[in-house]
């Protein structure tokens, strides 16, 4: 947080063009900062962007279930009221343009038992994006010629079953001292929720 806090104290004064700042995984500041003095400047000096003469603009991505810790601050509370866009979960309509538009733009062509599969699973899943993505690359990697099937799908476990596969796989070329790295690693990357779901 300080280093992002730094670029925009740095950028908030102007410059030759706007400068976008995205601050996503926002509920991060209420979850990893535990001063509250740091997490004051830091929303300060977001908020810093609503200076009549500031080339900042800054764009926040938060959970909505961290939402309503926005509120707790007076700033972000007048920010909220005016500049904030609520989005809800992708249709299965975006959700199979996903899928077959990037695939028809590199000249691909996806089953249709595999898109309605892909749908399917994907939408019954909360923050099921990332893993769609992941198992679409893994069926592009055993792709039969320019088509994407449902039967490579089925092969590397669907939308969960790949990123498990991916990991086991990756896992096993480790040597012993490696995999204890790694999972040393792996448990500092989550944060269990208080009350709240697990983040990062």
Known sequence: ????????????GGGGGDTVVVVDQFEEVFTLCQDADERARFVGLLLAAQAPDSRLRVVIGVRADFYGHCTGHPGLVEVLRTAHLALGPMTAADLRQAVVGPARAAGLIVERELTARIVEETAAEPGGLPLMSHALLEVWRRRRGRTLTLAAYEAIGGIHGAVADTAEHTYNQLTPQQADHARRIMLRLITPGQGAQDTR
């Open 1 to 12: 947080m300080p280093e992002a806090a730094g670029a925009a104290e740095a950028r908030a």
